[in-house]
């Protein structure tokens, strides 16, 4: 079993950053991958943006240029830092971990919320 727990978001104004953070827990040998989704209200999760195995690390377009996921030496914790926020950017963001032949563990979500 893995636990991952989200935190850093919050309400800021456009323009602004944040910075989310994931502890990770539990099982975290062999992690294929680790990654960042959001999901604004009424809308279907979407892919932001993740780390793999070898330390390649990919985006949504829309995230390029202003957010930058990492991680610690021991994979334990994830960031997201996101810079020049904008109200497109509001909603709940989850840490993902992906784990070869086991369903991916998924946290609770962290609200970032920004005004224009």
């Known amino acids: 079993q893995v636990q991952l727990v989200e935190s850093g978001g919050g309400l800021v104004q456009a323009g602004e950053s944040l910075r989310l953070s994931c502890e990770i827990s539990?099982?975290?040998?062999?992690?294929?991958?680790m990654g960042w989704y959001r999901q604004g209200q009424g809308k279907q999760r979407e892919f932001v943006a993740s780390?793999?195995?070898?330390?390649?690390?990919n985006y949504v377009d829309a995230a390029k240029g202003r957010f930058t996921i990492s991680r610690d030496n021991a994979k334990t914790t994830l960031y997201l830092q996101m810079n020049g926020l904008q109200p497109e950017d509001t909603g709940v963001y989850f840490c993902?971990?992906?784990?070869?032949?086991?369903?991916?563990?998924w946290g609770q979500g962290t609200q970032v919320t920004v005004s224009s």
């Open positions: 993902v971990v992906r784990i070869p032949n086991q369903p991916g563990y």
């Open positions: 539990g099982n975290i040998f062999n992690v294929d991958s």
């Open positions: 780390i793999l195995r070898g330390g390649v690390k």
